[in-house]
Each structure stands twice: as C-alpha cells, then as structure tokens.
C-alpha cells in the first residue's frame, strides 16, 4: 500500500515562509502527476499546486506568485516551498496523486497567525 508522508508545517507569521515536504513509498515515482492540498476548518479540500512528471507546475489563483512546486525523483519527494504566508493559508496541507488518489496521510498542519 502506498504511504505519503508529509512534513514541515508549522505556526508561522504573516509574511513569513514554511516548507513542506511529501515522501511517498511508491516505485517509479517519476511518472506521476504529484500535487498538494491543503483543507481549511469547514472547507473542503483543495488542490494548490500540482507538478507533471515533466516537472511543468500549475498553481491555484490563491497561492500563484507566493508558493512553488518542486520535485526529487531519486528521493521519491514533492516540496511546497510557501511564501508571504496569509491567516487565510491556515490548512492542514496534504499531497497526493492527481489522476488516480491514494489513502490520504496524516497532512501537516499550517497555522499563520500573529
């Protein structure tokens, strides 16, 4: 069964910058569609960001210009690098597979407050 993992959340400052990190225990991670959600208290889950095994990036309007999409193939690894954070950032921060889900991890929780 697949696992993702995800990492590096936390209690940020307005303004200020996180970086998340997904580890999926998947072979041949290279070929997959990766992108991360994120879901807010009585929101339902959106997708922020996706990268293509070609490492092209899409972002939602929301996050565009302030987060960025990356990828390590030999690490089996998805990266959000997350900047100018908002109050309205505050999620708890998922990855999965695009075009075909896997079980949900556990997500790394978010928070920017002052």
């Known amino acids: 069964q697949v696992q993702l993992v995800e990492s590096g959340g936390g209690l940020v400052q307005p303004g200020g910058s996180l970086r998340l990190s997904c580890a999926a225990s998947?072979?041949?991670?290279?070929?997959?569609?990766m992108g991360w959600y994120r879901q807010a208290p009585g929101k339902q889950r959106e997708l922020v960001a996706w990268?293509?095994?070609?490492?092209?990036?899409n972002y939602a309007d929301s996050v565009k210009g302030r987060f960025t999409i990356s990828r390590d193939n030999a690490k089996n690894t998805v990266y959000l690098q997350m900047m100018s954070l908002k109050p309205d950032d505050t999620a708890v921060y998922y990855c999965?597979?695009?075009?075909?889900?896997?079980?949900w991890g556990q997500g790394t929780q978010v928070t920017v407050n002052s």
């Open positions: 998947i072979s041949i991670f290279s070929i997959y569609t």
């Open positions: 999965n597979f695009v075009k075909a889900p896997r079980a």
């Open positions: 990268i293509t095994s070609s490492s092209s990036t």
